[in-house]
């Protein structure tokens, strides 16, 4: 396996993509499509573009479908759902499908939706991630790419990019080579802060961000680790879909 980190989809090599993909915006995109999946939606339709979700969406039936969209933090009018994944229950979202936009999660999704395989993940779900990643021997080259801030560096981004490539170094039985000096700055990050993943997210500038609207809720469900086996997948452009293990 050759394991790359990009604290931002714009800092991702452009005239190539890597066998697997791992998306990462841990405040909140990444963490409300591993909960959506987890209660038991159909699936997850992740788009750049709010026009898009509205007009694809008209095409599902209306008891099969919810609609979230968030900019700036906040839910976007006409949506039925912003991006708390504290939202998200199983009454109102069994058997359905969420279609989802959100600032920067859905655009990094976008940036390496051809991958072969596409990946999203969270702290709640970062060892159903490595355990994917490290059971499956076809994932030679794997990126870790955060989602960041309208093309700027996420501290929480990268420390889950960090708490995915050390427990990956640490549980391996096949060699994994490093290829960018981003993944020991990432696991240096995380090993500073892993046993205080919130207070991480207070000096984070989109923690702050979310604070400021109240979301200190959000912060914590979003620092757990692991208390979730969800692992999303893409199962065509866009559509992600619960692994089934
Ligand atoms: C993003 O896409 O940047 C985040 O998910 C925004 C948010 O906190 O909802």
């Not at 604290?7 to 959506?36: G, M």
């Not at 989109?206 to 109240?214: E, N, Q, S």
Request: glycine share 6%; hydrophobic share 40%; proline share 3%.
């Amino acid at each position: 396996m050759k394991l790359s980190v990009y604290h931002t989809p714009e800092l991702t090599p452009s005239e190539f993509l890597p066998d697997t993909a791992v998306v990462i915006d841990v405040l909140r995109a990444t963490t409300t499509i591993a909960t959506a999946l987890d209660v038991g939606a159909e699936a997850v339709a992740a788009y750049r573009s709010i026009d898009n979700l509205m007009q694809d969406s008209q095409d599902w039936p209306e008891t099969l479908r919810l609609r979230a969209g968030e900019r700036g933090g906040s839910k976007v009018e006409g949506c039925d759902l912003g991006n708390s994944p504290l939202e998200f229950s199983p009454e109102q979202m069994k058997n359905k499908r969420l279609f989802i936009s959100t600032t920067n999660g859905t655009r990094a999704i976008e940036s390496v939706t051809k991958a072969s395989t596409v990946l999203t993940s969270a702290f709640i779900n970062r060892k159903a991630t490595v355990d994917y990643l490290l059971e499956k021997d076809n994932h030679q080259s794997v990126w870790l790419v955060g989602s960041g801030w309208e093309g700027g560096y996420s501290l929480e981004d990268t420390a889950l990019a960090g708490a995915l490539a050390k427990l990956l170094l640490e549980n391996t039985k096949v060699p994994i080579t490093i290829e960018n000096d981003e993944v020991i700055a990432a696991v240096a990050l995380y090993s500073q802060w892993e046993d205080r993943l919130l207070d991480l997210f207070y000096q984070a500038s989109h923690g702050k961000r979310l604070l400021g609207l109240g979301c200190q809720k959000d912060l914590e469900y979003c620092s757990s680790l692991d208390i979730i086996d969800t692992l999303p997948i893409q199962k065509e452009k866009g559509v992600f879909v619960k692994l089934d293990v």
